[in-house]
């Protein structure tokens, strides 16, 4: 049987290992938002405002929040964290946005399903809210179309996109994917098809959306139905996988900018006679980007998920702007250029001389690249359900105490197992 002594040592070891993570525990305060900050909405001009939207964890933890920062300074100038979770922000105008938000009540647990998804109109400067009406569980993204018409992207077991007049509290149009694609064509983790996005092509008279779970961005013709064309293919990882929030940069040629999520990367993709061409991608550094926005002078703006920072590339892959935002942003928006600015894509501005390579993210090949991605995951995973205070430091000592305590479970098993095995050989040699 182990000795007294290597049972107080084991003990000490995990206290030892879990002992910075009490600390964080007992000392950590949530982020707080100054009072002082959102008397600042009114002093910056709307060509320096940037918008950025936090998703926030699976409970409320005050990390959920929109951000308005100072384009110039990287300072916030406005926050707004009455929701606990913020999903897409449409500027509509200088003063005005429109986005999704989850609920904001602040007692309910974690994976409570009474809960409600909201579309939010809003004045930010003053804070007024100017319409506000319930939508879908699990909305992400929501559009005005005019006219007090809104295009949905309903994610919940109907599988839909929708427009819905709001002033006749009905669905004037709607697009059900279970009609149109076989079962297996999606499916995984966040339902069947996962809608995350949607955006008016031509005037409304068609839609670009994005079934997360199809691996594929597709343009839906309003009238007809039909799918005019196809970016991705289900389980094609080269391709596409498990994106977010695509904008169409053109018509001619058709050129499609997306955040290639589970890839790492944002991509831009060309239609060509041949089928689809990748004319540009960046991916340095990326863990999960889930937003990408191509503004007029040719740099892509990011939300970089996983690395809680939003960025401005250029088509070079130079860094030319940064901030960090807690807890798993979402959305980004630049007002001064509308709703999801659809700039010049790559091949043009190769034309034009403006640029003369693409940037390429780095490849993972070797094995410590791997495991170092597949521990990220895990990492990051974790954090969805993990309290706020337990960062890299806290979650490696867990893992290590974890450990520990397993190996010390195992050896007092063993020798468990050999003490019952040699008193059932005494008893029966008793016996004899």
Request: negative net charge.
């Amino acid at each position: 049987m182990p000795t007294q002594k290597f049972r107080v040592s084991m003990l000490i070891v995990v206290v030892v290992l879990l002992a910075p993570v009490v600390s964080s525990g007992l000392t950590h305060e949530d982020l707080a938002v100054p009072e002082e900050t959102n008397h600042r909405a009114d002093e910056v001009p709307i060509e320096n405002v940037t918008f950025v939207s936090a998703q926030g964890k699976e409970f409320p933890t005050g990390q959920a929040r929109l951000v308005a920062f100072d384009t110039a300074t990287n300072e916030p100038i406005w926050i707004h964290s009455k929701y606990d979770r913020y999903m897409d922000v449409d500027p509509l105008g200088a003063n005005r946005i429109l986005f999704v938000a989850r609920d904001g009540s602040m007692d309910k647990s974690a994976f409570s399903f009474d809960v409600t998804f909201y579309a939010i109109e809003m004045n930010w400067r003053t804070g007024t809210v100017l319409k506000k009406f319930e939508i879908p569980p699990g909305t992400h993204d929501i559009d005005y179309l005019g006219n007090d018409r809104y295009a949905i992207a309903d994610l919940s077991a109907k599988n839909r996109v929708f427009v819905y007049d709001r002033s006749e509290d009905e669905i004037v149009w709607e697009y059900r994917f279970r009609n149109h694609f076989p079962a297996s064509a999606g499916g995984g983790p966040g339902g069947y098809t996962h809608l995350n996005d949607i955006d008016a092509v031509d005037n409304g008279s068609a839609f670009l959306v994005s079934p997360r779970n199809f691996d594929r961005v597709m343009l839906i013709d309003r009238k007809t139905k039909r799918v005019r064309w196809t970016l991705g293919e289900e389980d094609n990882y080269d391709i596409l996988n498990e994106q977010h929030n695509p904008v169409l940069l053109s018509q001619d040629p058709v050129t499609v900018l997306v955040a290639d999520s589970e890839n790492d990367r944002v991509v831009e993709y060309e239609k060509t006679k041949s089928g689809w061409k990748r004319t540009w991608s960046y991916g340095t550094g990326l863990d999960w980007p889930r937003d990408a926005d191509r503004l007029p002078n040719g740099n892509t703006l990011i939300v970089d998920s996983n690395n809680n920072r939003a960025l401005e590339v250029t088509p070079g892959g130079d860094v030319v702007w940064k901030v960090e935002i807690p807890f798993e942003p979402y959305d980004i928006e630049r007002p001064v250029y509308g709703d999801e600015p659809s700039g010049p894509p790559i091949n043009e501005l190769r034309k034009n001389g403006t640029i003369g390579t693409k940037a390429v993210g780095q490849e993972r090949t070797n094995v410590a690249e791997r495991i170092d991605a597949t521990y990220t995951y895990v990492y990051t995973t974790a954090q969805w359900v993990l309290p706020t205070w337990i960062g890299p430091l806290e979650f490696n000592l867990l893992i290590l105490a974890a450990l520990v305590i397993g190996a010390w479970g195992a050896v007092e098993a063993f020798h468990w197992r050999e003490w019952t095995v040699a008193k059932r050989m005494r008893f029966r040699q008793g016996d004899n």
